[in-house]
């Protein structure tokens, strides 16, 4: 079943996408699609479903299937994208000022205009985001996806489909794509070494979606190794996963019968979080907890004690990733450029006695 019901999906979707069936149009009824493709209700009904789920028609009771979203993926082709704006999709403020300044420079040097939207980790705004800038005929996409990532089936559609997309920073793993991001084994590397340099041994590390995003899985990558250098095996206790907007993030942790003495953030925003916490708990840092981010956001160096963090070359990231969406091609060959990184030192790291 699952062959002939992916395949009346795709069917119907490039009808869709070649501009056979428009926005409005009444799509096939599960009768004539049983009686084409020689399936059971249960399959014309599954394939409709899917295309209801993605957002590409509408089911009405009574009345049909109709085509909701005309131009959700036209036929991609390079004279659809001579539009002058490119959209830039946020998960959230915080990063998306930084990358901004160099997106903005680089497309306003090509007299493209720049169009953006804050989807706030917001995986439903995300997706209208998405499809918004596809309706309007951007002439690309740059996507700084949420946390956690969950629209993952669009984007592997549109990239199938040559589409102009780059993601920025982080991108899903296992899905091949246009990505502008940074080292980050060797910066998760230098963070855990910087720690064990300081006499630390008992350090933990919160990632935000270990097992979503390649970038995050690089920075563990190096924390692993930089603990295997110094003799020190992994403590699954002290691996955890946190996004920036839990308040409570490493309560647990540090409350724990064995809490670390340091703690390697893969970003700030889960720094600030650490902080706020140990706070709470009534713990001096760095007297009592070692903490190193990774970002270098502005807020790092305002904090008390301020932070010690991994920068990212954000204004270069940017004026990469608008390189790189003009530059977009339809070959099956994908740009992946790792930025280096440099460590930060400043005052949330004291030697462990």
């Known amino acids: 079943m699952s062959l002939k019901y992916e395949k009346i999906y795709q069917d119907i979707l490039s009808d869709i996408r070649n501009g056979v069936l428009k926005e409005n149009d009444k799509v096939a009824t599960e009768h004539q699609i049983m009686n084409k493709y020689k399936v059971s209700r249960i399959t014309a009904q599954k394939s409709l479903n899917k295309l209801a789920s993605n957002g590409y028609v509408e089911r009405k009771p009574g009345r049909g299937t109709f085509v909701k979203f005309n131009s959700s993926f036209p036929d991609y082709n390079e004279n659809i994208f001579k539009s002058s704006f490119v959209s830039v999709i946020m998960a959230n403020q915080m990063q998306s000022l930084f990358f901004l300044r160099g997106i903005e420079q680089h497309l306003s040097s090509e007299n493209i205009h720049t169009s953006i939207s804050l989807s706030d980790n917001d995986p439903h705004l995300e997706l209208e985001a998405v499809k918004k800038a596809i309706s309007s005929n951007s002439r690309g996409i740059i996507f700084y996806p949420s946390e956690p990532f969950v629209n993952d089936e669009i984007f592997r559609n549109l990239i199938r489909d040559g589409y102009p997309l780059v993601f920025l920073d982080r991108a899903p793993i296992d899905l091949p794509c246009n990505i502008i991001t940074t080292d980050g084994f060797t910066g998760g590397y230098l963070a855990t070494k910087h720690l064990l340099e300081h006499g630390h041994k008992k350090i933990a590390i919160i990632n935000s979606g270990l097992n979503l995003f390649e970038t995050v899985k690089h920075r563990y990558e190096g924390y692993r190794c930089a603990l295997r250098d110094y003799g020190i095996d992994v403590n ?16 647990e942790l540090l409350t ?9 953030c893969t970003n700030d925003s889960v720094a600030f979080n650490i902080y706020d916490t140990a706070y709470d708990l009534g713990m001096v840092i760095p007297d009592e907890l070692s903490i190193v981010g990774f970002d270098n956001l502005s807020a790092a160096s305002q904090i008390i004690p301020a932070l010690t963090t991994i920068e990212q070359p954000f ?22 450029m790792y930025l280096p990184v440099n460590l930060i030192i400043r005052s949330s790291v004291k030697y462990c006695r």
């Open 315 to 336: 204004l270069r990231m940017g004026i990469e990733a608008a390189k790189a969406v003009l530059n977009h091609s339809k070959s099956t060959a994908y740009s992946r």
């Open 256 to 264: 724990s019968p064995d809490p670390p003495t340091a703690i390697f």
């Open 236 to 251: 699954p206790s002290y691996v955890l996963e946190c996004y920036g907007m839990n308040k409570n993030c490493g309560r």
